[in-house]
Every structure is written in structure tokens, then in C-alpha cells.
């Protein structure tokens, strides 16, 4: 009996050890985890898209994500087609160059360019706008 139950135990901590083993393995050789957002726009970012065809594309031509103060677009971003708010919890505050602002809530697409040109962007901490 002590001769079969030696048996069975060698036989459990082979397999253990082989499972362990693979187990170890496949999480070394897991990729990591991404956040990911829609259009292309990879999160926490508000992107913006210079033409209908860059959005089209899911390829956004420009991207902020730095919070709580006025931030000036550059050339890839101001006068864009649209722009896009991948955050989940922040709002985006988007100044025209005539002065007039519009809240972008979070995870929402906004067409500018029925308005105008959005020359500046804010990223606030609220969801609420």
C-alpha cells in the first residue's frame, strides 16, 4: 500500500509541477491588457479629426489629454472636422475663435465644422459638463 500511495503521489506532483509550469508560462506570454476607445481614438483622449475622410478612417489627426487648463490647438487639430471624447468621467470645453463654447460630454462626437473653427480645448474633470 505505502508503495502505491508513493506512486500516486509522485505521479499527482509531476503533474502539479507540469501544470504550474504552464500556467506560468501562458501569463508570461499573455499580451497586456489595452484601453481602447472607438474611432481610433485611443483612451483617455479627446481626439480630433482635420477631415470627414480622417474620420472615416478611424484615424485621428491630433489628440489631448491633459486636464484643467486651456490648452491652444496646433495645425493637426484647429479648424478639424470633428472631434471625439473618449473619456468616460471628463467633459471637454471646446472654444471657436468667435469666442462661443461648446461642452463635449464624455464618449460623444461633435461635427465642428457646421460652427466653426475650434481653436482651443479644456479637459475638465466632470462628467456633467
Not at 95 to 102: L, N, T, V
Amino acid at each position: 500500500m505505502n508503495l502505491l500511495n508513493g506512486i500516486a503521489k509522485r505521479r499527482f506532483l509531476v503533474a502539479a509541477a507540469a501544470f504550474a509550469t504552464g500556467v506560468g508560462a501562458v501569463g508570461v506570454m499573455a499580451p497586456q491588457a489595452q484601453a481602447t476607445s472607438a474611432y481610433g481614438c485611443g483612451w483617455p483622449r479627446v481626439c480630433f479629426y482635420k477631415t470627414q475622410a480622417s474620420w472615416n478612417a478611424d484615424s485621428p489627426t491630433a489628440s489631448y489629454q491633459d486636464m484643467g487648463y486651456w490648452q491652444t490647438l496646433g495645425t493637426s487639430s484647429k479648424g478639424s472636422y470633428g472631434v471625439y471624447n473618449s473619456r468616460n468621467d471628463d467633459c471637454a470645453l471646446l472654444e471657436f475663435s468667435d469666442g462661443e463654447q461648446y461642452r463635449l460630454k464624455p464618449n460623444k462626437f461633435f461635427q465642428t465644422s457646421f460652427i466653426g473653427t475650434v481653436t482651443k480645448i479644456k479637459i475638465m474633470d466632470s462628467p456633467t459638463c
